[in-house]
């Protein structure tokens, strides 16, 4: 079982809190987190201790560009903590996926796969000498 201290969990909060205020600082509402930064840090970190977090309601607005969708957003501290648990959990998931699965990994973009890709197949096909076939 995982079990983690209150200081490591305010550290990882903060850190959170930088992720998701990356390319946000201009916005009202990552400013009005700010006014207050360790008190509201500390009282997330507070909640999620205690298990007693629970996440706000998404908002939604329809945006028209590149084509017409609709987009549901969460608030920022649910942000904060979408990243808290993505960071928890990404170690321990990465270590049980396969070498050929790219997507969301860090250092696993399309440009590793490519170059994988063509190592499997001069790999199979014993240089290029040899026909195979793929699926």
Do not use: W
């Amino acid at each position: 079982m995982y079990t983690i201290t209150k200081y490591r969990l305010r550290k990882d909060v903060d850190y959170a809190f930088r992720l998701a205020r990356k390319h946000k600082s201009n916005k009202l509402y990552v400013k009005r987190f700010e006014e207050n930064l360790d008190k509201n840090i500390d009282i997330l970190t507070e909640l999620l201790f205690n298990r007693e977090y629970s996440p706000s309601p998404s908002f939604c607005f329809i945006i028209k560009e590149p084509k017409l969708r609709e987009i549901f957003a969460a608030k920022f501290i649910d942000r904060i903590v979408h990243h808290v648990y993505y960071n928890m959990v990404v170690k321990m998931f990465d270590s049980l996926l396969i070498e050929d699965s790219y997507s969301c990994r860090v250092g696993k973009g399309t440009h590793y796969g490519v170059r994988r890709l063509y190592k499997k197949v001069q790999q199979a096909s014993e240089n290029y000498r040899k026909e195979i076939y793929s699926l």
